[in-house]
Structures are given as C-alpha cells and as structure tokens.
C-alpha cells in the first residue's frame, strides 16, 4: 500500500472513536485496541471463556406476547379476543395452561432439546408506549431513554473500563496483537441503520444491508482506482479532535477493514438449508460469519413489523407468519451452528420494544401494550420457562403487568454470558436473571 | 494577534438585560461578513448550505457579486422566475373518501351478506390504494427533480427543512395528495412567517391525520397534535408542562378535515374555560397558536433548529445541551431569537443577517457538516453536472442511506449528523456518486452508462495541466486539497501516464467523491 501508514497504523486508529476529552491519544488508540482484541477472543485472563458470541434479535414494531406463549388456561384471554385467540386445542403446550403459537412448532422442537427458554412477563415501570421512545429504552437501558447503547457500554467498558457515567482507563494494552484485531469488529449489526444498542462512546459497530451493498462498485472499473480508494479510505486521522471529518475517515476505515472479510464470510454456502425470508437470509449470513472464524462478540439482526394494529390473524395470519419465520429461522441457524459445533458458543436473545394491550382492538388487531415474553436460544440456556405468565386478571388499565425488569435479563446476558460486570454496563444493580443452564452458572461462580 | 481581548468584555458580562441589548451585542455575533473577506471558500459555503452546491462557476459569480448581493438573490428567490406548480399537479380523487351512493352501496351488500358484492368493493378499495402508493412514488420523483431543476434552492431546501421539521409519514396516512398538499403549503410559506406555517399546520389534513386530531373531540381529546406542537414544533421540551398540553389538547378538539379541507366542528369543540401557559379563557385552537408564538421559548427554539439546519450540530433541547455551545454561539442564537421575536417571525430578516454574518462563514464551520442524503444526491447533480439517470434508483438510495422523503421515521424527523453515517450508508453514499458519474451499479451497468454520458472535462473548464486538474477537481468536490488525497489523485492520474480525458477526469472524481471528506460540506 502507497499510504504513509503502517498496516498496523492504520488499524489502531480506526478502532476508536478518540473524544474530544483525550488528552492522550495514543493511549487511547491502545485502550481501544485492548478491548478489541478482548471482544476478538484474544483475552488471556485465565479461566474466562473468551470465544462466547451473543446474537440479538430484535423483533420490531411490538410483538403480540399474548398470542407468542399463549394462556389458553385463562378463559380472560378467550374473553379480551374473541376474533384472535388461538384455540388450546392448537396450543403447543409447554406448562400449566401456557403454550406456543402453532406456528413456533420449530421453536418448540428447541424448547424441548432445552436448547430455548421464555422468560415471562418481560417489562419495566411506567412502560412508554411510543415505538422510537420504548425501543430507545430497550436499548440504552434506561428508562429516559438516554445516553449510550446498552451493548456499546459493554463494549466500552470491556474496552477501557468506564460505564455510563465515567471515563477510565485499562491496565493492559495488547498492542501486539494488533494484526488480530483486523479479524472481526466487536459489533456487527445487519440492516442499514446501526442500532443504538450497539453505539458506545468509544466503539461504534459495523452495519451493512447485503454483501453486494457492502463495497464501493467502482472498485472493479480498474486498478489504479481500487489503489487510490484504498490510500483514500485507509487513512490514520492526523489530530485526537472529535471532528465531523475525523469521524468520517475512521467509519470509513472500519467500512474498509470489515468489507473484504464480511462478504468473504457471507459469500460461502450455509451447511443446512435455510427457509424462506429476511430474518432467515439474515441469520444466514450471521452463521457463515461465525463459521468464517470472525472474532465479534455481538451480532445484531431485526425481524418485523410486528405492528398489528389490524387484521393480525389468530393461528393463521399476519403474526402467525412472522411467527413461523422467526422460529424457522432460528431452527435452521441452530442446526448449521451445530453443524459447525459452534451452537455451544453462541446465545441468542429476542426482544421487541413492548408486547400489546390485552383487549383486541375494532380492527381485529391489538394496539400497544406493556410485558412481553423474551426467548433465550442455544444450548447453554436454562430449560423451561422463567417467571410466571403475567396474570389477565390484575391489569393495569386493561394492560399486563410486568414481572421482571429486562434489564435484569440483560445483567444475566453480561454476568453469565459476556463475562462482563453487569454493574459496570448497566450502571444499577438488577438481581441478574438466571437464564443459563446449572453448568454455565457453575463457570460463572467460579469468576 | 498583536492585542487580545480582555477576558471579560462589558458586554459579555453575565447580566439579566442581555436579551434586551440588541445591537450592542453585534460585535460578538453577528456581525456582518467584509465584503473583500468573501472568497471561493465563502461563496461555497453559502450555496452548498442555503442550497445544494454549486458549480465552479456558479462559486465565481457568487465571489464577484459580493456577500450582499448574492444573499439578495438566494434569499429573496421570489423574485427569481421559478417553475409554478399546479394544484392539479397529481390526481385528488384517488383516496378521497367514498360518497353516499357508494357508503349506500356497501350497507346494502352487508345486510344482504353479499360476499361477491363485498369482495368486489374491498378489490376497489385495495385497487385505489395501490393507485395512491404509486402516485406517492411520482411526487418523490417529482419533489427530487425540483431540487435538481430548480434556480431557487433556498425553496425547496427550506421546504425540506419544514418537512423534517413537522415530519408527517405517509405511511401512516396513506394520502399521497394530502402529502402535496402539505409539501406546497412549506414551498409557499419557505421563508414567509413562522407563525403562519404553525397556524397552517393545525388545519393541514395530512398532520391532522398523522397526529390523529380527526379522533379529536370534547370529551375525549387526543393529545397527540398537541404534546408535539409544544415538544417538536415550537417550544422544546422543558417550556410547557403536561397540563398545558392536555389544556391544548381541549383547545384543538374538533380541528379535523373533510376529503382534502380542514373543517371546524364546532359541536365536537370543547368551548370550556381553559388555562395554558398562564393565559385563561375559552382558548381555541388558533389562540393557542398565538399564545405559543408569545413564549420567549418559541423564538429560541426555531433558532436553534434553524441554527442546527444552516449552521452547526447544536443540541436542539435546551436544557442541559449548552455546555457544548461557546459564547459566540450562545451569542448568535440569542441574537436569532430576537431578530425573530422584533419581526414577528418573519424568517427573512433572521436568515439574512445569519447568511451575511462573519460567523456564518468561520473556518471552524466549513466543511464540517455532513451532507444528508438529499443534499448529498441532489447536491452532487447541481455542482457536477451529472446526467440524474433513474429517479427510481435516487429514491432508493436515498431510502437506503436513511431519508427517504414523505416517509420520515417520526416525528422527531431525521436527527441528521453523524446519525447518517455508519459503515453501511457510506458504502451507499460513495456507491451513489458513482453511479452518477458512470451508471455502475453494485451489479453491472444503468441502461443510462452508454445513453446519458456524464461530460467530466466540463467540470475542469479550460483546464488541461495535469496538476492543476487535479488541483481542480478537489476545489469542486471538496473545496479543499487535503494533501493525502491531492496525492492520491495525483498518483492516479500519473499512472494513467498524465492524460487529462474524460476517462482519467471521471476517475479522479469517482476518487474525489470516495474520500471521507465528501460527505462534508
């Protein structure tokens, strides 16, 4: 390469986002690097399982908890929806008087490996019914909505040891292994829009759409243009200022660093047969780039609307479709990752921004509402179900009540999971959920 | 600098009676731009942010006219001919509502359960609909071709800010005419009066449908139109209370349309006494317009909006933001706070003596602000002259990279910034200026590469020396020659053994538009 900088120049820099605040740039760009190489898998704290990846599938628009793990034991529920109820005889039983929707039947077969678990009546106080306002919430952790992504303080704190509030530094840079940190970012995120969970002050996620979308097109028109892009594009920035300009040359080297391997990954044929559909051809790609040895820890892919404000179907319909994606999806991805033997390393968690209101609406829909199930997947998850299923008879103005804070399911994810200080990440003490199986949580008392 | 400042300046003294100074507080902010300081780089700047770029040319008429002039001719476009446009532009009748024979008709067909009738009336509404998606799709197309075309852009570039501003999703309304209808009233009131866009907005059918004031009425107020007039359209959040919305809320009972006008129903309003933001009375809808427009609050919060559009990133809330502002800033939006309150919200006045300030044009704002998408599609067209190909394909580019208009993801609008970039939309950004100037795509080629061929000697004027082109093609694109881009291009343009053709020159741009730098402006 014609650039002035080093290989390993360029990727420092790109790694960080240095804050207006740096007085020490160059030692930031090494806090930054150490976290990378963390997230990489390169940590060398004894005992730590270093190779555990979470997947984060978010359902968008709302999900229908109520006809998602179905309460066919309460005549209430048959009485709130005479038009959209799903009948107990086509419940897929998994509890007393609760079971799937029919169409989660692959969801179901990995509920009875053990390899799926639902934690119930998932929520938080005052519950916000705006979908941007609700979503925000979900991600940032925090009930006003502000501030950074839950995951990028994660991946911050792993990063340079600061949480919400503070900066800090890290004890140990690992400036050696900087050829590594080329192998994966620490995030990345399917879909045009970077979600805020993954923003950190300091690391920001790699998104992209489709590998086609994923490279500049004019990089084939002829050589001497892919030489000049690349000098253009892989460039150190030259000041620690926290400029606009500053900000482009690093998300373009990250766009850089990653497009080559990403489509490289994404290029390969699945080891199983995936279904139909967006979340399918998502996970798809989220697999052949665990296969491809990808160091990131987090991945992120998005399933929905699930927005049925209208003619949302009972067994059959519009939810019931977005149901059977969802659990065919999922399915399939396990099944290519055990094929793979990488489905012991991999957890996947769902969420949506708020379930809905108990009572259908006149359009033979449900309108927004509060506690909504969460599945956890793979095959570290606790069996069954966590929590009890939110009563239909003690509402809150015809709405569920929650009973377990989603942050505590999170601080499960970060404790158990990720190895990381949930208290750090989450800046409160949720009691963390347990959601993995007894032998996980053996590794994780040892800590 | 031979003399500094005292540290404290009388005039920047903390003090209760600063609002009020008025032009005493010049000289620490807006004060106007020299006339022998406005250069290329000040000529640029002001088409590229009061417009969509510029070519070189356009840069030297800008430079020769001076400041005052050329602020004169894109401020008060109103006097530059421009293209009319027809209210029968696009076709009303699609979604409008069905008349009594045709509600008739359906009553009938469900006593007599007449499923065929039933179904055949359904497939007819289903056929309008999909007629109006499409109609939608053509005032894209036909929005994005007056941006290109249009030799008033501070117009249509204002207009975009109204409808970022009072963002209005066409999903959610499913009314493409409502939709143009609502764009004109921004075109016609661009830069009118404030005041008059916010009394308009409570009438307008499209946000009354959006906000959902149609199910507004006594009794049962629907907050909605009001909690975002207060907290997105005027006053921020933090200058009014929750009472005072619900109180709005009252006031703007019974606001609601008829097919495509706005209809008062006064047996829907709620005439009871009311109190909102310490004014009491039978308050109607439009008197709580009025009393917003009275809040010191509203002024300063459309100059920071305005600020933030025009200017620099700035927090558009108030509370708590400031500490990222410097006192020349704080400066200037007081100033553009009290030039809007002493005009009554004319918006020319504060917009000219911000396009004609010093601080307008300081280095520190040049090619800081990252472009969106519809500046940065529409902006490369007007400085480069490139053929537009496929409105269709602009559309979708500018879905992919995040603002696709008429279809703004809330209500907050697009939140602009650095929330336009991430790895993917870059991609997408570079992708779409090569398209452009070549009509590659990420697979093979527009129709449009061989028909409509993007002239790139023109961009360099009579220049033919090879370090001058260069030198060139980075003032266009950039106005700036970073030196490890200037290199870069250099080393390009050597390796294609120093020919300066329409080949080596479509390179060197499909660079220059590559390089990080070319998302600013």
Sequence with gaps: ?447 | MPLTQPANPPDTQPNAGTEDLGDARLATSLRPVSKDAFGEAHARHLLWRAGFGGTAEQVALLVRWGPEKSVDHILNFDKVPGEPVAVDTFDRTIMRPPDRNEREMYRAAQRAQDENKLAELRKMRQDREQADRQQMAKLQKWWLTRMIETPRPLEEKLTLFWHGHFATNYRTIENSYHMFMQNQMFRANAAGNFGDILHAIIKDPAMIAYLDNNDSRKGRPNENLAREIMELFSLGVGNYTEKDIKEGARALTGYTFEDDDFVFQPRNHDNGEKRILGRSGNIKGEDFVDIILNQPACARYISRKLYHYFVADVPTDERGGDKTLDPAQRAVLRQMADTLRVNRYALKPVLKRLFLSEHFYEPRFRNQQIKGPVVLVVGAIRSLNTPPRDLSILNDALDLMGQRIFFPPSVKGWDGGRSWINTSTLFVRQNVLAFLLTGKKPQGFDPTADTQKFDALAVLGEVRDPDAAVERVLRVTLGQSPSATAQALREYLRAAGDRVTQETVTGMLLLATAAPEYQLC
Excluded at chain 1, 81 to 89: D, V
């Design chain 1, 1 to 447: 390469m014609n650039s002035p900088y080093s290989r390993r120049e360029f990727l420092r820099s790109g790694l960080v986002l240095a804050s207006a605040t740096a007085s020490v740039p160059a030692f930031l760009n090494s806090s930054a690097l150490a976290m990378h190489a963390r997230a990489g898998g390169l940590t060398s704290v004894p005992g730590v399982p270093d190779d555990h990846i979470l997947v984060v599938l978010q359902l968008s628009g709302g999900n229908d908890g109520l006809n998602t793990v179905v309460p066919f034991g309460a005549s209430e529920y048959y009485k709130a929806r005479p038009g959209i109820s799903i009948p107990e005889r086509e419940a897929l039983k998994i509890g007393d008087g609760i079971g799937f929707h029919p169409q989660l039947a692959p969801l179901k077969d990995l509920y009875d490996d053990g390899m799926c678990t639902v934690v119930q009546g998932v929520g938080y106080p005052n519950p916000n019914r705006s979908h941007f306002k609700s979503m925000d919430i979900w991600h940032t952790a925090d009930t006003t909505a502000t501030g950074d992504g839950w995951l990028g303080r994660y991946f911050d704190a792993e990063c340079c040891g600061f949480g919400k509030g503070e900066s800090g530094t890290v004890e140990t840079p690992a400036a050696e292994r900087v050829e590594d940190a080329a192998s994966g970012p620490p995030g990345i995120a399917i879909g045009r829009a970077a979600p805020l969970a993954m923003q950190g002050r300091k690391i920001k996620p790699v998104s992209f759409e489709s590998a086609e979308l994923f490279k500049w097109s004019a990089q084939d028109l002829n050589k001497a243009l892919r030489d000049g892009y690349e000098t253009l594009n892989r460039r150190s920035i030259t000041t620690p200022k926290d400029t606009n300009s500053n900000f482009l040359v690093r998300t373009a080297l990250d766009a850089q660093v990653s497009s080559d391997m990403i489509r490289k990954a994404v290029s390969q044929r699945p080891l199983v047969q995936y279904p139909q559909g967006d979340i399918a051809r998502q996970l798809q790609m989220v697999a052949l780039m665990i296969r491809a040895g990808l160091k990131t820890r987090v991945y992120y892919v998005t399933h929905g609307s699930f927005d049925t404000h209208a003619g949302q179907g009972g067994a059959q319909g519009r939810h019931a479709q977005l149901l059977n994606q969802f659990a065919g999806a999922l399915k399939a991805f396990y099944s290519d990752l055990k094929a793979q033997r990488n489905d012991s390393r991999v957890l996947t968690m769902s969420f949506s921004e708020f379930g809905r209101r108990v009572g259908q609406n006149a359009s033979a829909g449900t309108d927004h509402g509060t506690a909504a199930p969460m599945f956890l997947c793979g095959p570290m998850v606790r069996r069954g179900v966590v929590g009890e299923h939110p009563s239909l008879r003690d509402l809150d103005e015809g709405d569920l009540k929650y009973k377990i804070d989603f942050r505590a399911v999170y601080a499960g994810i970060l404790d158990g999971w990720l190895k990381a200080d949930s208290k750090t990440v989450l800046e409160t003490t949720f009691k963390p959920v347990e959601v993995l199986s007894k032998t996980q949580k053996t590794v994780a008392t040892e800590r």
